[in-house]
């Protein structure tokens, strides 16, 4: 079997990295930066802390904040417009997922035309350039999607996300700062960062997994297990963690896919606009007791790097159950809902396992499923 792995040119990681960003363009030759940022990282200051740099080195850069929580074909629409109208010829995408997905889908079209509808970039696209050149720089734990080579788009008008996946939109550097990280309130630190345990759980797990991705995925949730609670408490060794764990944990699973977990996030996320690292947190327990027959024989090495006491020791069937158990109560630590109830309508199951079944993350889970099954997983976390 051939395994492809796609990774960012350079990363940065650590204190003080964006220092780098203004070496990095100038290097280059670039000219103006089109700085994709959402509306709250710039209200608190947070997007400043880039813009700062460029503004004491009289970096010409224009700042596109047209940017939702799950971000929209028109929201891309309108920044492509707005990008070919500021004269820019590089990207600076800061913030989390939603601001870095809208950055990818921009560069994308900005240098591939023919998919200015958006919709055609579902799947794995057909592109043939790369993307505007782009620095992305999160400022939360747990998307990873400055390493990944996916992104998400939320279609408003059919009510669903589609998943986008292109190596031809993975930016070319990665900014992993903890600084960028520390104004995170408590429920967003601890719903990402279980967006990132996610990534990587299911990612270890996932039909596509290698030597490479495994690699990556155990030392990410040993990572995030250690340091998720100290980062929701903010702090620094605690944030420094997680800034680590989640990048890791992209480098794997954006190369070999992920599973029914992230498969029946999305539809919650695009039918109740859901945080998405809570839905992934809340479904994630039951993802692993469905999938527990078919990859369970993996869950030990899971648990052993959660650090869970005694497990080498353990029965497989109770290795699994145990690490399950952990995943739970790192969730609950972090104060993570345990089911869907105020969430979930029963009316809408029908049409969100129909999501689901057709996402694109669902094709790698191990264990094969079926439109009915997904709806009675729903059902169990009403």
Do not use: W
């Not at 057909?126 to 992104?151: C, D, L, M, R, W």
């Amino acid at each position: 079997m051939v395994s492809r792995i796609v990774l960012n040119t350079i990363s940065y990681h650590g204190h003080g990295a964006i220092a780098n960003i203004l070496p990095e363009l100038n290097a280059r030759g670039y000219k103006k930066a089109f700085v994709c940022s959402d509306p709250d990282l710039i209200k608190f200051g947070v997007t400043g802390k880039v813009t700062a740099l460029l503004d004491a080195d009289n970096y010409p850069y224009e700042v596109y904040s047209d940017i939702k929580a799950n971000p929209t074909i028109e929201n891309v629409q309108h920044g492509v417009e707005a990008f070919k109208a500021s004269g820019a010829d590089c990207i600076i995408a800061i913030g989390g997922g939603s601001a870095m997905d809208t950055a990818k889908a921009i560069g994308i079209i900005a240098n591939n035309p023919e998919f200015a509808d958006v919709r055609s970039l579902e799947g794995v696209a057909p592109t043939k350039k790369h993307a505007v050149f782009t620095i992305a720089v999160p400022t939360t734990a747990g998307t990873a999607a400055e390493v990944t080579i996916n992104y998400v788009i939320t279609d408003v008008e059919r009510k669903r996300k589609f998943v986008c996946v292109d190596t031809n939109d993975i930016p070319e550097i990665a900014v992993v700062d903890p600084d960028m990280m520390a104004s995170m309130p408590k429920g967003l630190t601890a719903a990402t960062g279980m967006d990132a345990l996610t990534h990587a759980i299911e990612g270890y797990i996932t039909k596509g997994a290698c030597v490479i991705s495994d690699m990556f995925h155990l030392e990410a949730i040993r990572l995030i297990s250690e340091n998720l609670r100290g980062a929701v408490q903010n702090t620094p060794d605690g944030r420094e963690g997680m800034a680590l764990g989640q990048y890791i944990a992209g480098m794997g699973f954006s190369n070999v896919g992920l599973g029914i977990v992230h498969s029946m996030a999305h539809g919650l996320s695009a039918l109740y606009d859901t945080p998405h690292g809570v839905a992934c947190a809340i479904i994630l327990p039951t993802g692993l007791e469905y999938n527990k027959g078919v990859a369970g024989s993996r869950y030990r090495a899971i648990g052993k790097a959660m650090g869970v006491a005694g497990i080498d020791a353990m029965s497989d069937a109770d290795a699994a159950d145990a690490t399950i158990a952990a995943v739970k109560q790192l969730s609950a630590d972090v104060g993570i809902p345990t089911d869907l109830k105020g969430i979930l309508k029963e009316e809408d199951i029908d049409f969100l396992a129909e999501s689901a079944f057709a996402d694109a993350c669902c094709p790698g889970n191990p264990r094969d499923t079926s439109v009915e099954e997904i709806k009675e997983l729903y059902r169990s976390l009403l």
